[in-house]
């Protein structure tokens, strides 16, 4: 009677999980994770316990007729299994106004995020100068991002881009690379994020890599002023890949594609001074001060136009 008993007992085991495996694979396969779902979930289980139930009072029967059950314990086990499948049904209407009141919350959250996205969609490239306001804003959507991905509301492609921003402005440069590569998981395809990773890169010493990220997001849009600027500053620098040719066709590039960008004469200057080419130097670096006057001050120090500090037609030029 004992090995009967087993038996029955790991048939019933076995059709309670396949319907729990079967309810489980149809909602990975058909539906999203949602609050709506723990309503759901609930239900379900009450359904299971239900079909439980049935099965008892089957097992019941049968074991009565054939004399190898003991109807009184598997009657007390039907009569629990049925308070069970009620207590669950009552959960679950329990759960109704908190899930509702969870649902209002991440509705409340995504209307926030989407003004911060708002505010922050024509933000300057991460190595360029923010004022105030822009890294207040920043600062504000970073803190908005962690809080609300620590209770589960979904972020978007925006809301990492805009975090590495964030970090990078303060100077942490792990956590921005780690917020760009949040954002090319959901993006892969979008050349701001990878040039932004490539700028990441480079103030944490890896050129290599941060070379890769720029030709990346050229790669995606070949006429991306901002990627061609920066891959000639990884690759003229004399601190870093020192290929000033290739940096100076970089920089080109990006004088053509944009023929405002200061940045971009001021670069090619600094490469033509590293290469003795006094002429081309001064040429440029005067294109650059006629578009933006803070290089006039910014040439008087850097290093680049050491070689040209005491000559006159430089002092002219930064007077």
Known sequence: MSKRREFLIRLLLIIVIICCLTHTSWGQENDTVSLDKSISILNAVASLIGVLVALLTLIIVIGGTFGFLEYRRWKEIREQAEE???????????????????????????????????????????????????????????KKTEIFEAFGVPLKFEDYLNRGTDFYQKGEYKLALKSYDKAIELKPDDAKARNNRGVALDELGRYDEALKAFDKAIEL???????????????????????????????????????????????????????????????????????????????????????????????????
């Open 221 to 319: 849009q070949s006429d991306y002023a901002n990627a061609w600027n920066n891959r000639g500053v990884v690759l003229g620098s004399k601190s870093k890949l020192r290929r000033y040719d290739e940096a100076l066709e970089a920089y080109k590039k990006a004088s053509e594609l944009e023929p405002v960008f200061a940045e971009a004469w001021y670069n090619q200057a600094c490469i033509y001074s590293l290469k003795k080419d006094k002429k081309n130097a001064l040429n440029h670096l005067s294109k650059a001060i006629d578009l933006d006057a803070k290089y006039k001050e910014k040439a008087k120090t850097d290093d680049d136009f050491k070689n040209l500090w005491d000559d006159e037609d430089f002092k002219r030029i930064v007077s």
């Open 84 to 142: 069970y499948a009620e207590k669950t049904k009552e959960a679950a209407e329990d759960a109704k106004p908190i899930i509702e009141r969870l649902k209002k919350a991440v509705k409340d959250a995504e209307n926030e995020l989407n003004t911060f996205r708002e505010r922050t969609k024509d933000l300057p490239s991460p190595s360029e100068t923010f004022s105030k306001d822009q890294k207040k804003i920043l600062d504000e959507y970073g």
